[in-house]
Each structure stands twice: as structure tokens, then as C-alpha cells.
């Protein structure tokens, strides 16, 4: 089975999320991705998110009716920082063919990761490249090692939707209609 592993913080998860991975889908020939929700990311510690178990119930309400997308606790149940190396680690037990999914600044900044040359034994790094990006920053051995992909250009951010969520505007088609009712439920981003 040939799975791809995207991680973040999913707050909220929206249909950028799911359209990309649609598209990561095909062009990559996957059986399934997997969302991994990050407990605490180590390149965000300062940043405030929402709580784990509501970034993985709208995570789950998602992608759990859709059979090639996943979502995994795996960091959550950590309860710590949370770093990619370990989570490949784990996953490897179980899944021999993976590919990690990245955003295209990341590439930049991969050599600051926890043990990026055993991210790279343990999987393939994918790239997602927008269109309008243009390379930036010295083009090191990971940068080489990337496979880059043309993703799509959606322009929804979380930022974006907790704005909105906070200020009572619609963000209608921007989550799935059960992520905006589980926002509305329990007034999400309402104290941010």
C-alpha cells in the first residue's frame, strides 16, 4: 500500500486540505493519505491552536466517509512536541511505502528538522509547489532529494476561516458543511 502522510495543525481543516490531498491522490498514484494533526508542531510552539480534540473531531467528521483519506492521532496521543522523524518511525511499522507531503517553505527550512536524513530513508518528501511560488534560498541536498508537485492554487487559509468564525461572517465553502456545524456548535475561534 503506497500512502502519503499530511501533517499540520488542521485549525480548522479545510477544503484546501481536501482538495490537495484529492490532488496528491492522482498524481502520485496513493491508495490513501493520512492527516496527521500535529499535538504541538516544534516550529510552532508559540502559536496557539485549539484544542486536540476538537481539531481531530472536525478532522474526522472530514475525511471519515471518504475511504482513501485517514486521520491519525498518533501525535496527539504524544501529548508533547511533536516531530515527523518519530511519527515516521511509528507509521513504517505498519506501512512499507510512504511519502511525506510538505508545503513548498518548508523545503527551505528542512535542514532545521528533527533527523531530516532519516525522514528522508523513511520517505519519499513531496513537495507542494503553487504555481506562483518562485525558488528562494539555497537549493541544498534536500531540496534535490524533493519530488515537486504542481498543486492546486486554492486560496483558503485557517487563519482566514477563524477570522471569520470569530467576527459571525459565513465561511460557507470554505470547510466541509460538517466542520462549519461542529465551528457553530461549539463556538469555535469565538475567544481568539
Known sequence: MKIGIYGGSFDPVHNGHLITAQAVIEMRNLDKIIFVPSYISPHKQNVA???????????????DKIPYLECSEIE???GSVSYTVDTLRELKKKYDYIELIIGYDNIFKFHTWREPDEILRLAKL?????KLNIPRGKQNKFYR?????KSPFIQISGSVIRKKAQENTPINFLVPEKV?????KHKLYKDN
Open 49 to 63: 491552536t485549539s484544542e486536540p480534540k476538537h481539531r481531530v473531531n472536525m478532522l474526522h467528521l472530514a475525511v
Open 145 to 149: 532529494a524533493a519530488i515537486f508537485l
Open 126 to 130: 513531496v513537495v507542494l509547489r503553487r
Open 180 to 184: 462549519q456545524d461542529y465551528i457553530l
Open 76 to 78: 496527539l496521543n504524544r
